[in-house]
Nanobody, 116 residues
Framework: QVQLVESGGGLVQPGGSLRLSCAAS????????MGWYRQAPGKERALVAV???????SYADSVKGRFTISRDGAKNTVYLQMNSLKPDDTAVYYC??????????WGQGAQVTVSS
């Protein structure tokens, strides 16, 4: 069993920045994609960004040019740098990963609130 531990959420003003981190509870060589999803009140959970084991990243259109996903393979850690934040970015952000054995894991969620 693997636990994903998130950190870095909080309250920020519009135009500000935050960096989310997500670390696996143990080192696993079988991880494939690592990504971030978010869920705003009254909305479904949606993909924000994902990065492959070869560091190929893709983003939702709504965050392109503002958010950057990266990973440290040796530490099984994934990051989400969020710049130029907007009130519409307010949501609970969840870390997600898969293994080559088709296992899927989720973090507990980190609240991000963008408000003046």
């Amino acid at each position: 069993q693997v636990q994903l531990v998130e950190s870095g959420g909080g309250l920020v003003q519009p135009g500000g920045s935050l960096r989310l981190s997500c670390a696996a509870s143990r080192i696993i060589s079988s991880l494939t994609d690592m990504g971030w999803y978010r869920q705003a009140p009254g909305k479904e959970r949606a993909l924000v960004a994902v990065i492959s084991s070869r560091n190929i990243a893709s983003y939702a259109d709504s965050v392109k040019g503002r958010f950057t996903i990266s990973r440290d393979g040796a530490k099984n850690t994934v990051y989400l740098q969020m710049n130029s934040l907007k009130p519409d970015d307010t949501a609970v952000y969840y870390c997600n990963t898969h293994t080559i054995y088709a296992e899927e894991y989720w973090g507990q969620g980190a609240q991000v609130t963008v408000s003046s």
